[in-house]
């Protein structure tokens, strides 16, 4: 965890409004997701933090997706997801 906190003071740690604003999106989008488990955040003391690397890595996905409106983008990243997981699909 004291890692994890030094890493924030060097830039390397992002909170979720960080990863709004870097995105250019409402921060409750990005809640949303969060606790949809689309992005990969650690919690830290009640806190969750998005690795600047991670997000790096998310952020060319998220970029290259097809552009597509609320409803439809996100039962893709669902579906995707759940394959990734190996879960079934809901019937």
Do not use: C
Request: hydrophobic fraction near 35%; aromatic fraction near 8%; avoid cysteine.
């Amino acid at each position: 965890m004291d890692e994890m906190m030094a890493n924030s003071q060097e830039g390397q740690l992002l909170t979720i409004r960080q990863v709004a604003e870097k995105v250019g999106i409402r921060a409750s989008t990005i809640y949303r997701w969060h606790a949809r488990g689309l992005l990969p955040f650690h919690t830290v003391e009640g806190r969750s933090y998005l690795i600047q690397e991670d997000f790096s890595q998310w952020l060319e996905t998220w970029l290259k997706r097809p552009r597509r409106t609320g409803r439809i983008m996100e039962r893709e990243w669902q579906e995707k997801r759940r394959a990734l997981l190996g879960e079934n699909s809901p019937q």
